[in-house]
Each structure stands twice: as structure tokens, then as C-alpha cells.
């Protein structure tokens, strides 16, 4: 063969693999580039998965500390109509001390269900529970064990609320 065939066929040669080797690099960047775009996304729907967490037990803190102010209030007003009557039972909560109890148990059922560790949910929800069952008491001395297992276990569930946020932090 003459020496310009060989150069024909060495060009073509070289060629070739300059497009093999081409399309192998920018196939090698395509993928990469795909996995950098899905570590992206993933770590994006991870931080607003976080953020919508901690703006949940910010505002779960915030609502279980207004219901605790009108579960007081509650056992307070009949504490007081019992010292005036004797009587537990027959004491009417005042419509603003009502409503506010009402909506602050609304708001605090609706915001439990966002907490995505189930733990921590069912802890918030036995925390809820007790405070609420101060509206329900028949008779003082159960309604003096419900007030002093809230306080205690409010303290309790603020700090284990004030980990799990630090922690998404």
C-alpha cells in the first residue's frame, strides 16, 4: 500500500477516535452532571423539609404556651367560683376564656399533625391531652393533679421541642 493510503486511513483512524473519545467525555459530564443536579434537588427538598419542621415546633412551642396560660386560667376561675360556692361543677368559663381555650386546641390539633418524627408527635399529643382535660375536672383535687402533671410534663416536652429543633438546624 502507498504511504498515502496509510495516512488516509491513520487520519480516519484518529478520527474516530477523537469522536469516540468525545462522546464518551461529554456522556461521562451528561451523567455527572445529572447526579450533581439530583444530590442538588435532593439536598434542596431536604432543607425544606427542615425548615418547614422547625417553623412547625416554633409555632407548636408558641400554641402549647397561650393553651397553658388559658389552661391556668381555667383551673384558676374555678378554683375561684369553688372557694365562692363550694361547688366544682357549676362554674361558667367567660366567653373570651372559652374561645381562646377552644381555638388554641384547634390550632394545636391541626399543627401536631405536621410533626413528622411519630415519637415526638405522640408525645405533643399526650402533653395536649392532659392540658385539655383541665376544662373536664369534677372535682378539685383532680383538677390540682392535672394542673401539676401538665406544668411538669410541659417542662418536659419544651426541652425534648427545643432538641429536635436545635437538631434541624
Known sequence: MEPITWAFIGTLGGAAVGALTSIATTTINSRNAASLQSVKTRDERDERRRAFQRETIL?????????????????????????????????????????????????LSCLLERIFDNNLRSELRS????????????????????????????????RVLGEVLRANY
Do not use: P
Not at 65 to 85: G, P, Q, T, V, W
Open 59 to 107: 409555632q407548636v412551642q408558641d400554641c402549647f404556651h397561650d393553651l397553658m396560660r388559658f389552661s391556668a386560667k381555667i383551673y384558676l376561675s374555678d378554683l375561684e367560683a369553688y372557694r365562692a360556692n363550694n361547688d366544682w361543677k357549676n362554674n361558667r368559663l367567660g366567653a373570651e376564656l372559652d374561645e381562646g381555650f377552644r381555638l388554641q386546641n384547634q390550632k
Open 127 to 158: 402533653l395536649h391531652s392532659t392540658v385539655s382535660s383541665i376544662a373536664y375536672t369534677e372535682n378539685r383535687e383532680e383538677a390540682e393533679a392535672i394542673h401539676h402533671k401538665s406544668a411538669s410534663q410541659f417542662k418536659q416536652t419544651m
